[in-house]
T-cell receptor, first 112, second 116 residues
Framework: GNSVTQMEGPVTLSEEAFLTINCTYTATGYPSLFWYVQYPGEGLQLLLKATKADDKGSNKGFEATYRKETTSFHLEKGSVQVSDSAVYFC???????????WGAGTKLIIKP | DAGVIQSPRHEVTEMGQEVTLRCKPISGHNSLFWYRQTMMRGLELLIYFNNNVPIDDSGMPEDRFSAKMPNASFSTLKIQPSEPRDSAVYFC??????????????FGPGTRLTVL
């Protein structure tokens, strides 16, 4: 079946460090891929998305590239801030479907 | 746009009581989702409505849970009777689906339910 695997957290970094959160997927077709972010005490917010291979999603300094050959959608940011501390979820959605397949989430802690 | 609105934000109740959670989706959206989030099980899809019609309720845990969507701008999730294991954060999400480029779900802030 379809699934999403994220690196386990928590990930702890110092401010201005480079961030990578790994996400790989298994899918029978060609899904759309998403990163959502959940700040403490809040709902999930869409961070970025990509709908086809080689697409790059970007937002707020975060980027992720849809890599079909490695079935990956790793999240990166060049210089993190304390305000980036949150839980990050990778998810996939198959064409004409409605059910997002979620990763387990990766907690990110940024220390000043 | 105001985004997805959920009420109440926090609910504390005693075992056996009825609990009703409310959701107002984003205007113009035609799909609505109810999720439950716990540390042990992560995010679980409970039920999915499209154009106010329940399409998939396979995630509803048991008969104590019911959901309605009487119109395009309102939905409820009811638990009767509530049990301590129902304690979780319940999210409502909506989307306007008319193709792969518009498949983004927008989440509300959630209702944190505690059943004592």
């Amino acid at each position: 079946g379809n699934s999403v695997t994220q690196m386990e957290g928590p990930v702890t970094l110092s401010e201005e460090a480079f961030l990578t959160i790994n996400c790989t997927y298994t899918a029978t077709g060609y899904p759309s891929l998403f990163w959502y972010v959940q700040y403490p005490g809040e709902g999930l917010q869409l961070l970025l998305k990509a709908t086809k291979a080689d697409d790059k999603g970007s937002n707020k300094g975060f980027e992720a590239t849809y890599r079909k050959e490695t079935t990956s959608f790793h999240l990166e940011k060049g210089s993190v801030q304390v305000s980036d501390s949150a839980v990050y979820f990778c998810a996939l959605l198959m064409d004409s479907n409605y059910q997002l397949i979620w990763g387990a989430g990766t907690k990110l802690i940024i220390k000043p | 746009d105001a985004g997805v609105i959920q009420s109440p934000r926090h609910e504390v109740t005693e075992m056996g009581q009825e609990v009703t959670l409310r959701c107002k989706p984003i205007s113009g959206h035609n799909s609505l989702f109810w999720y439950r989030q716990t540390m042990m099980r992560g995010l679980e899809l409970l039920i999915y409505f499209n154009n106010n019609v329940p399409i998939d309720d396979s995630g509803m845990p048991e008969d104590r849970f019911s959901a309605k969507m009487p119109n395009a701008s309102f939905s409820t999730l009811k638990i009767q009777p509530s049990e301590p294991r129902d304690s979780a954060v319940y999210f409502c999400a909506s989307r306007r689906f008319d193709g792969p480029s518009t498949d983004t779900q927008y989440f509300g802030p959630g209702t944190r339910l505690t059943v004592l």
